[in-house]
Each structure stands twice: as C-alpha cells, then as structure tokens.
DNA sequence: GTTGGTACTGACAAATTTGTCAGTAAAGGG
DNA sequence: CCCTTTACTGACAAATTTGTCAGTACCAAC
C-alpha cells in the first residue's frame, strides 16, 4: 500500500508540502498569487493543464481552505477563484520556493 | 501520459519541488541538515519509510547534486550521506517550509 | 560452516495520480 | 430547434510512484 504524502505526517515539511501536493497546484498558487481568475481564464495560463485537472486540484485547495470560490450565477456561468485568508500565509513561503527556483532553473545537472 | 513533475517546466516553482519530488525526500533532508547520518541511522530515524525507498530516494538526490554519499570499503560496509554544498543552497528554503508546517500542522482542517 | 550485520539490487505487485473522452446544464442568438 | 459558451462530472485508461520480497557481497565471530 503506497503511503500518498496527504496522510497526516509528524514530519513539518510533509504538513507543508501535502498542501501543495498535486502536480499543478504550486503553478497554480502562483498564478492567483496575482489575483483573482477565473477558470478558464487559470486554464489558459498554465500551458499543458487540462480542464479535469485543473478543476480536480481546483476543487482540492478549496476543501484545504487554501482558496475561495465565488460563482456568479449568470449563464454561462462565472466562476472566480482567489487565495483565501489562509492560503495568503503560504504565498511567502511559495516567494521562497520560487526564488530558489528562478535561481536554479538553467543550472540543474551542473554539479 | 501523465506529465511528471520531473519533467522541466517554465513554472519555477516546479523546478524547485520537483528536486523534493517523492514522499519522502524533503523528511530526509530535513533530517540529513542536521549532520550526516549513515543509511541505517537515517532509516531508523524516518518511521515508515523502508529501506528500499529510503535508498532509491538517496540515489536520486545524489544524482541530482544535492546530497554526497562518502563510502568506507570495510566490511561490513559503511556509508554515510550528508548535504552537498549545492544542497544546502536548499537548506533555508527548507527552513521556511518547515515553519509552515509546524506553524499549521495541527490546524488542518479548521478553515 | 553457519550466522550476523550493512548497504544495496532486481523483479514485480499495489496504490495513487494524471490524462482522455464523452457528457450535463442553462439562457440567449440565429 | 440547434448551436454556443462556461464550469463541471463520471467512467475509465495510462503512467508513475511506492511497497514487498527475495537475494547479493563481504569478512568476522561463533
């Protein structure tokens, strides 16, 4: 039985990263670390996400209480996602994370 | 075809995680920032993780830079693992997502 | 000569994650 | 009526990651 990594860990560094487990969701914080998007507009932004999977982790953060959804009921619908209350504490720790990346995109296999 | 996160990205908050990429890899570095530590010691300090893993994890990060593996040839073997001085541009981003999770580790859930 | 301890491999099974594809709803325009 | 748009579902296939299990090598001690 494989031990997925949202199971409850002791380990602090799990706690965090069971959050943004998920192969897009880091990109995703990223983008509505900006601001608010709607989905198809979140879609666009992110080359190579398909609809269902953005929609799948999407629906994730907002059950972890990391985004918040706000539908207009208009038809066709609209539908705006932003970084709740909560999630706001973990975009400096994405800054972090995403300096180190920036930093060491092009160098990888250099060592 | 599922699109690891090992793959490059634009995104550079993937290129950082996907050097922590696999369930266990930021729970040993967290442990190795600490000093070096042999392959049983580091094992027997991770509950839940087999050797197997453990193993195939360290290889990985080896591979990647960002640990070095220092071998005695006696018998029975000796090998000690530590943070590769490319690793520890690694440690501090480590650091931050640590006190994340510490910080929200118990509050899950209550959003 | 059998056992013990350490680090590690290979083959394979199980679990999990990701991706594909075909729908649904609902109002408005043609 | 049929088509469009937007957000979203369900069922299922494919890929990837994890875990299990049985070995290997080496020398020393018993």
Redesign the pocket.
């Known amino acids: 039985?494989?031990?997925?990594?949202?199971e409850i860990s002791e380990c602090p560094i799990d706690t965090m990263l069971s959050v943004i487990?998920?192969?897009?969701k880091g990109t995703i914080l990223w983008r509505l670390s900006a601001g608010p998007m709607?989905?198809?507009?979140l879609?666009r932004s992110i080359p190579?996400?398909?609809?269902?999977?953005l929609?799948?982790?999407?629906?994730e953060l907002v059950r972890d209480g990391i985004l918040v959804?706000r539908?207009e009921r208009t038809?066709?619908?609209?539908?705006r996602y932003s970084i709740s209350k909560y999630g706001m504490t973990l975009v400096p720790v994405l800054e972090v994370i995403c300096r180190w990346g920036r930093r060491h995109q092009r160098l990888a296999g250099s060592h």
């Open positions: 039985m494989a031990v997925s990594k949202k487990d998920g192969r897009w709607r989905t198809g507009e879609r190579g996400i398909t609809e269902r999977m929609i799948r982790h999407l629906q959804r539908e038809v066709p619908p609209c539908v």
